[in-house]
């Protein structure tokens, strides 16, 4: 069975760090892509960050360089690493997962259940 947990979110102050990570079940690294969204409340889901099956990234243009994606291979564990966290950075961020399936010839993805970041003094 494919799961995604997230886990890292928290409170933290304008400036401050946090470190996101989704731990992932029953999905092979060099098949499947790996991204972090997040949805603020009033807003649509909005791509963060992507690390596709061949390890290339990509990175949404508000992150402005202050957050990494990443992924240890040997743990099926994707990271987002965040620095000069902003308040308008408060969302709930999840993490996805998706890989094109041969058979059907459809992308199948999966989210995982999110976790809650709130940056404020």
């Known amino acids: 069975q494919v799961q995604l947990v997230e886990s890292g979110g928290g409170l933290v102050q304008p400036g401050g760090s946090l470190r996101l990570a989704c731990a992932a079940s029953g999905i092979i690294f060099s098949l499947n892509d790996m991204g972090w969204y997040r949805q603020a409340p009033g807003k649509e889901r909005e791509l963060v960050a992507l690390v596709n099956s061949g390890g290339m990234t990509n990175y949404a243009d508000f992150v402005k360089g202050r957050f990494t994606i990443s992924r240890d291979i040997a743990k099926n564990t994707v990271y987002l690493q965040m620095n000069s966290l902003k308040p308008e950075d408060t969302a709930v961020y999840y993490c996805?997962?998706?890989?094109?399936?041969?058979?059907?010839?459809?992308?199948?993805?999966?989210w995982g259940q999110g976790t809650q970041v709130t940056v404020s003094s």
């Open positions: 996805n997962t998706g890989r094109r399936d041969s058979r059907s010839n459809t992308y199948v993805t999966l």
